[in-house]
């Protein structure tokens, strides 16, 4: 069965660290083609596309937050990490990651994304 | 930055009608378009890529079109399980990946 996981704190104090981690099966970031990105949506708001890092290890932000994020994969674990620094209230989202199978390919799967709180 | 642009924001619907959403991106993507439905509480789906393609286990109701900057979704006899929120995503170029601000399908 292929599926992903988010895991992570749910509350998170203004100007922290927040680190997710994506756990995966069924398939392998080895494989060529495939993706993973992450995803945020704010209470009652669009999704967000934050960062994606690809089966070579090849990375890529969301521009206007590319210098608070970091994302890394492990494929001994099946775990894809996200990092994000000096988190704001404007953070508290649920966070989704999500497969993309091609190089250029539409998510075709996701986890069931965990919510995140920056509050003091 | 490609801005997607989803419109209408709401669409009240009574059952069984048929329905169209519409996308706009600020410049062309080709048919790097996808179309996902979240339901609440939910993760969202992938319904459509390719802008015409369904997804696996994707009802025949649902179909896509378009090309370049101007696409579609159509839901051709809405469901009680359709009411959802409808997003299009560009996946052409990136960073970033973009999507639109979503169509809410509510029941009139």
């Known amino acids: 069965q292929v599926t992903l996981r988010e895991s992570g704190p749910a509350l998170v104090k203004p100007t922290q660290t927040l680190t997710l981690t994506c756990t995966f099966s069924?398939?392998?970031?080895?494989?060529?083609?495939?993706?993973v990105s992450w995803i945020r949506q704010p209470p009652g708001k669009a999704l967000e596309w934050l960062a994606r890092i690809d089966w070579d290890d090849d990375k890529n932000y969301n521009t206007s937050l590319k210098t608070r994020l970091t994302i890394s994969k492990d494929t001994t674990k099946n775990q894809v990490v996200l990092t994000m620094t000096n988190l704001a209230p404007v953070d508290t989202a649920t966070y989704f990651c999500a497969r993309a199978k091609l190089w250029r390919g539409a998510f075709d799967l996701w986890g069931q994304g965990t919510m995140v709180t920056v509050s003091s | 930055e490609i801005v997607m642009t989803q419109s209408p924001a709401t669409l009240s619907v009574s059952p069984g009608e048929r329905v169209t959403l519409s996308c706009r991106a600020s410049?062309?993507?080709?048919?790097?378009l996808a179309w996902y439905q979240q339901r609440p509480g939910q993760a969202p789906r992938l319904l459509i890529y390719g802008a015409s393609t369904r997804a696996t286990g994707i009802p025949a109701r649902f179909s896509g079109g378009g090309s370049g900057t101007e696409f579609t979704l159509t839901i051709s006899s809405l469901q009680s399980e359709d009411f959802a929120l409808y997003y299009c995503?560009?996946?052409?170029?990136?960073?970033?990946?973009?999507f639109g601000g979503g169509t809410r399908v509510e029941i009139k």
């Open positions: 995503q560009q996946y052409n170029n990136w960073p970033p990946l973009t």
């Open positions: 069924g398939f392998s970031l080895n494989t060529s083609g495939m993706c």
């Open positions: 410049q062309s993507v080709s048919t790097y």
